[in-house]
């Protein structure tokens, strides 16, 4: 039997965020410990390229006394630019089971995660053990246990920290590692993982959930066959067979693995991300079997689409591939493009609105000449845009700070929407769902813009979820009702759930973001942002892996998507010619047949129900 023990979210609220409140994962005894990581012993810090300190400092209200912290003056660089080697004090044999336990946090970051690689082993050779995982703000306490492959010994062997991409503060705590012998039985050891409230199996907030999914999300599709003289036909094969969700389901995705030739490939499309041939085909059987809006992570944001114009070799060639590959290629499947973004609030954030800052009369200037640009030029595809993203915000100097008041987003509203007029206009902000601070500002910029005549179409939500933020389902129910009362139209903008190396964890809280989301009426789609580890901006958050396996949350997602909230039924008609199903709403394709005698037609299930007739042609003659 296997022992999960859990850390609790017991969902206590200050204010509207979620607190995490971790208990303690203590090994089991009859163990040998064979490293100790204290002030008094041993260990090896070294920087390079990058300046950074090394020093142990006390803390208090925690498991642990003493916390290892290294800090440095670059937020972003190599992760083998900072390392941490602990040396091992005894020896391990080959074959024994060993349970590694250690403290983590980087207490300045924001939501989001930078990566952090521990190691076991020596400085040849393939690592006896290693994991990659995601570090937060808050301390999270990693235990996992393996089968040592090859025996590692003291003055060899050693725990490595690669702490290069974690930031400019990393904090390590209570690190252990514990040799049970070869006998013991891995599965009895504790692992950590993360108790949600509303995980559980026969949670009674998923049952009412799925329940409303029956109600709001199918509609009763009435077939009725006849012959050419109107007379019903009984006895007829009717396939009625989904072809498009009504619901939206997208994700984000990049055009040159998209759309590039293969003549082009291998490609770098990200820094030191190598994507082959094969890789590029199956990201494109992914995209075009599972989403019918995508997103584009970086094309069509303000720098990047003026690089797309440029006149070097590189941007001509990018500026082909986008415009001749890639958008031919989502029109001829059907795919929909987001447009990601026009206006970013947050101005000291990016290069390009940074140098604008104390000058809101250019920046207004260079925003609305850029939107002259974008806007019109991209009018024959891009059927949505994220007008405003981040419109909240963080740091000093926000649009609202510059302008010196709100009034500035509806005037980007009432000008986007005058260039780009059949397009829908979103906002987006994060830290609505997970964390939960920023719930009320959103609303009271939602209530402003309709108060000012220009409501954002959509109300966008990044629903970057990670291990410490995994705000209960039921409260999920709750807050979207709340923004219902003054956004109609909501939806996921930028979906996704890095659990680190916790696969059903990842795959649980998946499940439920997306059943909660579907079933609330307020909701038109669900976009994420990434599928595949390799072209992931949080790897651990991917659907599938970077050799193509699928992981659990990938088949979490296949099932419900294609499964689940899929039609695909095959009946006969009545006496009276008729048949009559209850499906999800969406575009469908009914074939009927008799006697050899075959036809289709197409038809759109509605949630008021939908009734088609079909002539059936007589059989022809001999």
């Known amino acids: 039997m296997q022992i999960i023990i859990a850390v609790a979210l017991l969902g206590l609220i200050t204010g509207d965020a979620v607190a995490v409140q971790p208990s303690v994962l203590d090994p089991p005894a009859g163990g040998q410990s064979v490293l100790t990581f204290s002030q008094d012993e041993e260990y090896v810090f070294a920087s390079q390229t990058v300046k950074a300190d090394a020093k142990w400092i006390e803390i208090h209200d925690q498991p642990f006394e003493d916390v ?37 946090r980087r207490p300045n970051a924001s939501g989001q995660p930078n990566h952090v690689y521990l190691s ?18 808050d301390w999270e306490q990693h235990v996992r246990s393996f089968v040592a492959p090859r025996p590692m ?126 890789e590029a085909q199956k990201y494109r059987e992914v ?33 082909d591939i986008f415009f001749n590959k890639t958008l031919p290629w989502l029109i001829e499947n059907n795919i929909n493009v987001r447009g990601h973004y026009v206006a970013w609030a947050p101005m000291d954030f990016n290069a390009i609105e940074k140098e604008f800052v104390g000058d809101p009369k250019a920046h207004r200037e260079w925003l609305w000449t850029h939107m002259k640009d974008v806007l019109p030029a991209t009018s024959e595809f ?50 609505i769902l997970p964390d939960g601070y920023k719930r009320e500002p959103y609303k009271h910029i939602i209530r402003f813009l309709n108060e000012q005549g220009q409501p954002a179409d959509i109300v966008g939500f ?68 990434g599928f595949w580890e390799k072209m992931h901006w949080k790897p651990a958050a991917a659907l599938w892996r970077a050799d193509w396996t699928i992981k659990p949350a990938g088949e979490v997602f296949v099932d419900l998507v294609a499964n689940q909230w899929w039609t695909d039924e095959v009946s006969q008609t009545d006496n009276d010619g008729k048949s009559q199903l209850r499906g999800f709403l969406g575009d469908y394709e009914i074939t009927v047949e008799k006697d050899g005698v075959t036809k289709k ?14 002539h059936l042609p007589s059989p022809s003659k001999p």
């Open 287 to 319: 995209v075009k079997k599972y989403f019918d809006r995508v997103t584009f992570e970086s094309e069509l944001r303000p720098h990047v689409w003026k690089g797309l114009n440029g006149k070097s070799v590189e941007a001509r060639r990018k500026h």
């Open 120 to 137: 076991i082993g020596n400085s040849s050779g393939e690592p006896k053990y290693k994991n990659k995982l995601s570090a937060y703000r």
């Open 462 to 529: 990044m629903a970057h979820f990670d291990s410490t933020t995994l705000t209960p389902p039921e409260e999920l129910l709750q807050v979207y009702d709340e923004f219902a009362e003054i956004a109609p139209r909501l939806q996921l903008s930028e979906f996704d759930v890095d659990a680190g190396d916790d696969e059903q964890l990842q795959a649980d809280y998946f499940r439920d973001v997306m059943i909660a989301t579907f079933s609330h009426p307020n909701f038109e789609a669900i976009v994420q942002w």
């Open 601 to 614: 037609v197409n038809a759109t299930l509605t949630a008021d129900g939908t009734a088609v007739q079909v």
């Open 382 to 431: 891009v059927t949505e845009w994220d007008t405003i993203n981040h419109i909240i915000g963080w740091g000093k100097h926000t649009y609202e700070k510059e302008y010196g008041g709100p009034e500035i987003y509806a005037e980007i509203m009432a000008e986007a929407r005058r260039l780009a007029p059949n397009a829908t206009h979103a906002i987006n902000e994060g830290k």
């Open 68 to 104: 290892f912290r290294i800090e440095s003056d670059t937020r972003f660089s190599d992760r083998a630019n900072m390392q941490l080697d602990i040396p091992l004090t005894h020896p391990v044999r080959k074959g024994d089971v060993v349970l590694v336990s250690y403290w983590i």
């Open 153 to 278: 010994n003291p003055g060899v062997d050693r725990v490595r920290f690669d702490l290069g991409e974690a930031g400019t503060i990393i904090e390590i705590a209570d690190l252990r590692l514990i040799d049970y012998g070869p006998d013991r039985d891995i599965a009895t050891l504790p692992k950590s993982t993360i108790m949600y409230q509303g995980r559980e199996q026969n949670a009674a907030w998923r049952t009412s959930a799925l329940e409303r999914i029956d109600r709001i999300r199918k509609g009763e599709l009435a077939i009725e066959v006849v012959d050419a003289n109107g007379n019903p036909v009984p006895g007829v094969r009717v396939r009625a067979a989904m072809q498009k969700h009504a619901f939206g389901f997208g994700n984000a995705v990049n055009s040159e693995v998209l759309g590039a030739p293969k003549s082009d490939f291998p490609i770098n499309p990200k820094k030191q991300i190598i994507v082959d041939w094969e």
